[in-house]
């Protein structure tokens, strides 16, 4: 299960489910009242048009901008050992992504009002940016199979890290270390890093659609497991959509798979005229816009060349300010590196001439006592924050 041929299924071959295989008969079969446990699986994909880029498209995806960076590879700066060397990298970018800037999508309101009309089984989203929740899904309808910033907690002892003081470190680009005194360890927000498990509810629902009587994936590429094998285990039958800029995975190898090759705003909106819900959704989509916020809707307003203008802005943002934050981490160990050479230069003459030895060994145990004595005043600061 999960593991079937990726061929794309010919045209001659008759649906078994649906009357055919168009947005049309989806939309036939849900208001005949056959689709009423519908698993949806999402990913970046969704929310691009909130500014948000994605990580794996060939030349507007985070990972290919960050390449160019002095990172070890792109996806260090999500890797839990490099974290571990060096997190500023990562609260750099967590600067700029944090969920708390960003608007839902329309693709968002459509997932919430699958839940109000008592459709929803679950949604599987490997986003961390929280807009589901934002857009009003009940969160006991979502799976972050990949985490989120909702939460955040010590590497090391797992306590829990406030989220005022979280919402400071990250406006501010400060590392949080642990609250604890004894311990003093790395905090990050609960996503899952490479090198870290998924969530235990991730695998405590991972078979759940097989229960679903329709699934929609949208906006992701299917490449990471296992989360990409989620498709794979709805039942034979069961109608599943995909509404993506590609095809993935072996959605389309089954007489029943729709293909939406498109944005997924405008796919979801494509599916909500068809159900007679397009009025519904855009009433939902505009309860997320901000107060104070009298924007004309991105429907009237946005084209495709505007759009990838503004991700491309933003993905230069991201990546120029990391940039900024490893040349501030590079610089500092090399003026620590040619400071401590100097004195070891300093040490061997003395000793040449005779004189009392040099205090460099001193000298760089007082640096790295600094440095303790630093984190350990900001842990105590952050303390007495939390208790006032």
Same mark, same amino acid.
Do not use: M, W
């Given at each position: 299960m999960g593991q079937e041929n990726s061929a794309l299924v010919d045209d001659s071959t008759p649906s078994e489910t649906l009357q055919a295989r168009n947005i049309e008969a989806v939309a036939d079969y849900v208001k005949a009242g056959r689709a009423r446990k519908i698993v949806v699986m999402c990913g970046a994909g969704i929310s691009t048009s909130a500014g948000i880029p994605d990580f794996r498209s060939p030349e507007t995806g985070l990972y290919a901008n960050l390449a160019r960076l002095d990172l070890?590879?792109?996806?260090?700066?999500?890797?839990?050992?490099?974290?571990?060397?060096?997190?500023?990298?990562?609260?750099?970018?967590?600067?700029?992504? /944090?969920?708390?800037?960003?608007?839902?999508?329309?693709?968002?309101?459509?997932?919430?009002?699958?839940?109000?009309?008592?459709?929803?089984?679950?949604?599987?989203?490997?986003?961390?940016?929280?807009?589901?929740?934002?857009?009003?899904?009940?969160?006991?309808?979502?799976?972050?199979a990949h985490g989120s910033f909702a939460s955040q907690r010590c590497i090391e002892c797992k306590t829990a890290y406030p989220d005022d003081l979280m919402k400071e470190n990250i406006e501010t680009r400060d590392v949080p270390y642990c609250l604890t005194q004894t311990c003093n360890g790395l905090v990050k927000p609960d996503i899952v890093f490479f090198g870290e498990p998924?969530?235990?509810?991730?695998?405590l629902n991972k078979t759940l659609p097989v229960d679903a009587d329709l699934c929609i994936v949208m906006g992701t590429s299917l490449s990471v497991h296992p989360f990409a094998g989620l498709p794979g285990f709805c039942s034979p039958g069961v109608p599943r959509v995909l509404i993506n800029l590609e095809r993935v995975g072996d959605l389309g190898s089954r007489p029943d798979d729709v293909i939406l090759l498109e944005e997924c705003d405008d796919g979801v909106r494509k599916l909500a005229t068809a159900l007679g819900w397009i009025d519904e959704l855009e009433a939902y989509w505009h309860e997320t816009k901000p107060e104070g916020d009298d924007a004309e809707s991105p429907k009237e307003t946005e084209n495709p060349e505007s759009k990838d203008e503004v991700l491309e802005t933003q993905i230069g943002i991201l990546t120029t300010e990391v940039e900024k934050s490893l040349k501030i981490t590079a610089d500092h160990d090399a003026w620590l590196r040619d400071f401590l050479r100097k004195e070891k230069e300093k040490?061997?003459?003395?000793?040449?001439?005779?004189?009392?030895?040099?205090?460099?060994?001193?000298? /760089?145990?007082?640096?790295?006592?600094?440095?303790?004595t630093q984190k350990d005043q900001a842990g105590e600061e952050k303390v007495d924050a939390a208790q006032k």
């Open positions: 070890p590879y792109a996806e260090a700066v999500f890797e839990i050992s490099y974290f571990r060397a060096n997190p500023l990298p990562f609260y750099t970018l967590a600067h700029e992504l /944090h969920p708390g800037k960003y608007r839902p999508t329309i693709s968002h309101s459509f997932l919430k009002l699958l839940a109000d009309k008592g459709l929803l089984l679950k949604v599987f989203t490997q986003n961390t940016d929280c807009l589901e929740t934002k857009a009003g899904v009940p969160r006991e309808k979502i799976i972050e998924l969530p235990e509810e991730f695998h040490q061997k003459d003395s000793a040449e001439l005779g004189k009392p030895d040099s205090t460099l060994p001193d000298l /760089h145990e007082s640096v790295l006592e600094k440095d303790q």
